[in-house]
């Protein structure tokens, strides 16, 4: 589904990714761990299609097609979505506009009826009902006042109404106390199905004990420097990153 | 070589010649004399640097006077279904109010008792502006609403001035003073529209008191045309343990200038200034506010809120005095702007003068372009740039709307707002 080849990009001439290869399948959850600074938000935001990033070299194929050269919202209407580290607050617009202006976005994208008020109310209550969430999180404007759980809360609850087939979360348990890290993976984990791909980006193992990966990969200085199983993600929680660099050095050596 | 920036004589002489045709009263005389003595102010008028009065220096107007007035079609402008009050040319048009509501008293015309003559001009001062002295001058006939004591007045008492245009340029001037008793509680809205193609110029003061713990909701709205000159005086005195909420919305007009003085005259006062200016084309809007704490303990909050687009040029100047006596102020005054194109002006100026030591006065003002973070956000999600923009810049001046407690008053400016925003 997801195919990144020798990808180069960076900002204001500074290198940041330095030849990214990772193939992701429908149905697979892949994990990006790395230290700061290794390009982890970077590779999220390229895919995403934030302005202020140089594509330098290489390619990005959502489908076969190219990724790189459609619009944010095309590659949303293409089934992309990104949870950002940051989310936007965004005073005077409420969720449910919000939502019903990006569901019917992306329905009318595809030649489909937009859904009128009625519809909507019943479709997203549901998705309410799935996610275990508060009812009045749609008359509260866009992450207006939310606390920190409550904004990547509402990340997770627009990527289950915009039914997306590859989402990337980026660093999602950043800043999250325990509970709220584990309400956050409950909704991921409602959304894994065998048609949906994953890229999670984190920093720390303790995500990934609640969204199990099935691969993953360690980026550092811009590259994915070692690939695996989710015991890979043990080992780093174990070790620290040093170990790696260790590794690599002394592969370099040797 | 001398080159002469007077302003020529033809707009002066044709309104005073408008005053001059007006049976005599003290009001008008006194009117008359100021506006002589002030003349009509140009850029070098530190209170009009900006906003520059040329044409209307250099038109000749009529006094608007309408025929007809029961052929008018004006549900296009009424917004809530309740009491009416209804002025067309600046003339009370008795066929179109709709009165007779218990606690709610309109009076005009022969009706006015010797009170209400002494009130008339007792809170905005004839010599307050030089606008305020020509409607002094002018003015046909002052109107009196009156809220009687403890009256709960729904939906709204809906004011709505309606200007005839046609092929001279006319000029109206509405005067209106609103006598709110203790415990009163109501929405005023304040509606002025143009019918009809051609200059127009309105001259308008509103006065008013807000007595005791009563509860005003005061709404004025532009919505005249694009060849509309507009110049609104409203001065309004609150006493103690009252609320104020004041909004000021303007969509319409070629150029509006607005001057709102509200005096806090008590303490334990709430008092709100908000404003809402969408100018597109060569549209000009210039408000000017002047708050005055004059006793310890109330609270004031003020946001205006600008999009301009193509050449539009808006003014804030925003005049808060804290008075010695005022001590435990609290005021906050914040304006904002958008500016959608690179052709598009807007000049503000907060101005605080504060001669109480312990009070808490904060001005922020910004002016800008619409944040990239949050647009980003929204074309992430699936939302198109255009559509992205149209929503941020409909919440960015919706959410002074959400305020106003009226709902219908609110969803009509609402959807104004959606209208103006699509032009």
Partial sequence: ?254 | MSVSLEAPAVGLDSLTQIASALPPTPLRAAGLEAFRRSGIPTTRHEEWKYTSLRELAETSFVAASATDVAQLDLDAWLIADGPRIVLVDGQIAPEWCRLGIPGLDVRFGDRLTPTDRERIGSVAAIDATPFSALNAACHAEAVMIELARGAVIEPAIEILHVTIAGAEAVAAFPRLFILAHSEAEATIVETYATIGEGVTFTCAVTEGTVAANAHVEHVKVQRESEQALHIALTEIRQEGDSSLNTFSVTYGGKLTRNDLNIFLNGSNLHCRMDGVVVQNGGQVCDNHTRLDHAFPHCDSFEVYKHVLDDQAMAVFNGKIFVHLDAQKTDAKQTNQAILLSPSATMNSKPQLEIFADDVKCTHGATVGQLRSDALFYLRSRGIDETQARAILVYAFAAEVLEKIECEPVRNELERLLYEKLQA
């Fill in chain 1, 1 to 254: 589904m997801l195919q990144i080849k020798q990808l180069h990009a960076g900002v204001e001439d500074k290198p940041i990714l330095k030849g990214i290869d990772l193939t992701v399948r429908s149905g697979e959850v892949h994990a990006i761990m790395g230290p700061n600074g290794s390009g982890k938000s970077t590779l999220a935001n390229v895919l995403a299609g934030r302005d202020g990033y140089d594509i330098t070299s290489g390619q990005v194929l959502f489908d076969g097609e190219e990724l790189l050269e459609l619009d944010p919202e095309e590659r949303a209407h293409q089934g992309l979505f990104m949870a950002f580290q940051y989310p936007v607050e965004i005073p005077g617009v409420s969720n449910s506009y919000f939502l019903r202006a990006a569901v019917n976005a992306k329905r009318q994208a595809r030649g489909e009826s937009e859904m009128d008020a009625l519809e909507f109310m019943t479709f997203i209550k549901e998705k309410i009902k799935l996610l275990h969430l508060e009812g009045d999180l749609l008359t509260r404007s866009v992450n207006e006042g939310f606390s920190g759980g409550e904004k990547k809360r509402n990340e997770i609850f627009q990527m289950a109404v915009l039914e997306p087939r590859l989402c990337v979360l980026d660093e999602t348990d950043s800043g999250l106390d325990i509970d709220a890290l584990k309400t956050v993976a409950d909704g991921v984990n409602a959304l894994r199905s065998p048609e949906r791909g994953f890229l999670v980006i984190t920093h720390y193992q303790r995500l990934l004990n609640y969204i199990v990966p099935d691969f993953v990969h360690i980026l550092m200085d811009g590259r994915i420097v070692k690939s695996g199983g989710k015991e890979l993600a043990h080992e780093l929680e174990a070790k620290g990153y040093g170990w790696i660099e260790e590794e690599l050095a002394a592969g370099a050596r040797g």
